[in-house]
């Protein structure tokens, strides 16, 4: 049985309004743009910055971090 005969099916066996409620949410549907799951899967970004160049340290990081944060109280923000 395919899909539309199955709906057939199912659409009979309702009441009237029922089957009229059906119909305007089918043309509400078909005025609806295509899903996204008929678009191209989203490519992730893991790794992208991989062989880019040399990366920092953690001895870096927090250094600059120390620095960032070492007048933090004292300024006017």
Do not use: H
Not at 14 to 37: H, I, M, N, Y
Request: proline share 8%.
């Amino acid at each position: 049985m395919s899909i539309a005969e199955a709906i057939l099916e199912e659409i009979s066996a309702l009441p009237l309004e029922k089957q009229e409620q059906l119909l305007d949410f089918a043309k509400f549907l078909r005025q609806q743009p295509a899903s996204v799951t008929n678009s191209a899967p989203t490519r992730s970004y893991y790794g992208v910055l991989a062989g880019k160049g040399p990366v920092p340290s953690i001895e870096d990081i927090q250094e600059v971090r120390k620095e960032m944060w070492a007048n933090f109280p004292d300024e006017d923000i």
